[in-house]
């Protein structure tokens, strides 16, 4: 059965840095490109990136300058950090598997990790 | 970057009754188009890709049509599982873009 579910801090300070971590079951990192996509009150559903079955990763340039997406396949984890946070990055933070490698549709997601920017 | 556009936000319709959510690419997208559900509590749900294409799983009451920069999904004979939100995703090309969702509530 296939299963992501994101861990994350819940409050971040502005100016710091957000981690997530998606764990994933019933499949294998290397075989599946992982997405990033999170939903903000203010943009709605934005795609922040994904990190390719090879192992190498793409950014929306939105992110790019502050994002970094990685993975440990020993622990099926994918991890996505991304610094200088700022109030309008609070929102919910997703991963996704893709359908296909490369395909960029989403068959499979996270419940999602709620995250707040705030003093 | 490709601008989804789904006109309607909410929609609201008796179980059994058929509807139709609309999306509107800012230029035309073939037929790179997913549509997703989104229920409260839950992962969001892939029902349909390539425009037309039924994901495993999606009941045969969805359909997909569209290609270019217009897409409708159909929904035959509402389920009560059928509400919820619903958003398209063009992967045309990236940055891969969705819509601001419909969401469609029992009348």
């Known amino acids: 059965q296939v299963q992501l579910k ?22 294998s990192l290397t075989s599946y490109y992982m997405q990033w996509v999170r939903q903000t009150p203010g943009k709605g559903l934005e795609w922040m990136g994904f990190i390719r079955s090879g192992g190498s990763t793409e ?5 790019k300058s502050r994002l970094s997406i990685s993975r440990d396949t020993s622990k099926n984890q994918v991890f996505l950090k991304m610094n200088s946070l700022k109030t309008e990055d609070t929102g919910v933070y997703y991963c996704a598997r893709d359908l296909l490698r490369g395909y960029y549709v989403m068959d499979a997601w996270g419940q999602g990790a709620s995250v707040t920017v705030s003093s | 970057d490709v601008q989804m556009t789904q006109s309607l936000s909410y929609l609201a319709a008796s179980p059994g009754e058929s509807v139709s959510i609309s999306c509107k690419a800012s230029k035309s997208i073939s037929n790179y188009l997913a549509w997703y559900q989104q229920k409260p509590g839950e992962a969001y749900k892939l029902l349909i890709y ?44 990236k940055p891969l873009t969705f819509g601001s969702g419909t969401k469609l509530e029992i009348k």
């Open chain 1, 59 to 63: 950014y929306n340039s939105e992110f």
């Open chain 2, 50 to 93: 390539s425009g037309s294409t039924l994901q495993s799983g999606t009941p045969s009451r969805f359909s997909g049509s569209g290609s270019g920069t217009d897409f409708t999904l159909t929904i035959r004979s509402l389920e009560p599982e059928d509400f919820g939100l619903y958003y398209c995703q063009q992967y045309y090309e």
């Open chain 1, 6 to 27: 994101e861990t994350g801090p819940g409050l971040v300070q502005p100016t710091q840095t957000l981690s997530i971590t998606c764990t994933v079951s019933g499949f």
